[in-house]
């Protein structure tokens, strides 16, 4: 049974079951006049009330359900979508994000690394909102949550370097103190960049080779 058939089932098919046992029970009394005379009696009417009002709310239940169910897969494969898109762009980020903390790590000097640093922020750029991050909500281990931690974390580290305009005034150990939460909001980014992957990867399947060439 493929996934679209089992998908359907789950709650479709019981719907279906459960609505044919309501309609076999009511032409049961429609057309059985001995059914009728049973339902006759006001104990059994009231039981028979009473399981027909549970039947009818156990149908609500399963059409609720599963309409709950097709909007999370319909959330999943949106987030799937913008995570195929966003992971890209997070690694590159990442990774010049990475530069930036181990631009100063061999260089003699507090004012020599902060200036190192300084400059290898002079050429990144990022373009992911948070309006997108929003989108990688319904990922697991919390992507989106850990992703706007990460870039808020490491927007301002950025932005203390770059407004250090006299790195020779700085105090001693300033160098490694921006590198340690620079390095602490990469670590975010980088675990929830993987969630992303992983999860566009159920989605976006590499091209095989009959989709691209004609044979398998």
């Known amino acids: 049974m493929n996934e679209s058939i089992r998908s359907w089932f789950d709650w479709r098919g019981w719907v279906l079951v459960f609505s044919a046992i309501a309609i076999g029970l009511g032409l049961a009394a429609i057309l059985s006049p001995a059914f009728r005379e049973f339902i006759a009696n006001s104990t059994t009417a009231a039981w028979a009330a009473a399981i027909a009002t549970f039947l009818a709310a156990a149908i609500a239940l399963l059409v609720a359900s599963g309409e709950s169910r097709r909007r999370q897969r319909d959330l999943l494969a949106m987030a799937a979508l913008y995570a195929a898109y966003l992971a890209p762009k997070l690694e590159n980020y990442r990774d010049e994000l990475l530069n930036v903390c181990a631009a100063g790590i061999f260089i003699e000097g507090e004012s020599a690394r902060l200036t190192s640093m300084k400059h290898k922020l002079q050429s990144i750029e990022f373009d992911v909102t948070l309006e997108q991050v929003m989108h990688l909500v319904p990922l697991e281990r919390n992507a989106a949550h850990r992703i706007a931690h990460g870039l808020a974390e490491a927007q301002v580290v950025c932005n203390?370097?770059?407004?250090?305009?006299?790195?020779?005034?700085?105090?001693?150990?300033?160098?490694?103190?921006?590198r340690r939460k620079l390095t602490h909001a990469v670590e975010h980014i980088s675990v929830a960049t993987a969630a992303c992957k992983a999860h566009a990867a159920k989605y976006a399947l590499p091209p095989s080779g009959q989709e691209l060439y004609g044979y398998p």
């Open 160 to 178: 203390t370097i770059r407004g250090i305009t006299h790195p020779h005034m700085a105090y001693a150990g300033r160098a490694e103190e921006l």
